[in-house]
């Protein structure tokens, strides 16, 4: 199983980024997929989350008019698209996923999902 993040980088505030995460090794479309991140110092937190028929999309209260997820079946990818960069945002976003046989709700839990790739950076200058 490999899911492969990318699209992050150094940015200046306000601007927008598309971080992008490849699915392999699974069956995609059995999967709810995840976004989190983490900055240094920081617990790990949950960004947006989408279900495996793209039927429902969370995305955490705090970023709720900035951060958006979708994902494309056809080509097993998953992205989120983060507009108005705030250097608060700053920090190493990963893409999980997981089983819908643990469970049809989408979850904003870290330990409810089953597979997570390697991350990407997103550093935001002010």
């Known amino acids: 199983v490999q899911l492969q993040a990318s699209g992050g980088g150094l940015v200046q505030a306000g601007v927008s980024l598309r971080l992008s995460c490849a699915a392999s090794?699974?069956?995609?479309?059995?999967?709810?997929m995840g976004w989190f991140r983490q900055a240094p110092g920081k617990e790990r937190e949950f960004v947006a989350a989408?279900?495996?028929?793209?039927?429902?999309?969370y995305v955490a209260e705090f970023l709720r008019g900035r951060f958006t997820i979708s994902r494309d079946k056809a080509k097993s990818m998953v992205y989120l698209q983060m507009n108005s960069l705030k250097p608060e945002d700053s920090a190493v976003y990963y893409c999980?996923?997981?089983?819908?046989?643990?469970?049809?709700?989408?979850?904003?839990?870290?330990?409810?999902?089953?597979?997570w790739g390697q991350g990407t950076q997103v550093t935001v200058s002010s």
């Open positions: 989408i279900s495996w028929s793209d039927s429902n999309r």
């Open positions: 999980a996923a997981e089983s819908i046989a643990d469970s049809t709700y989408l979850s904003a839990y870290a330990r409810a999902y089953d597979f």
């Open positions: 090794g699974i069956t995609f479309n059995q999967y709810h």
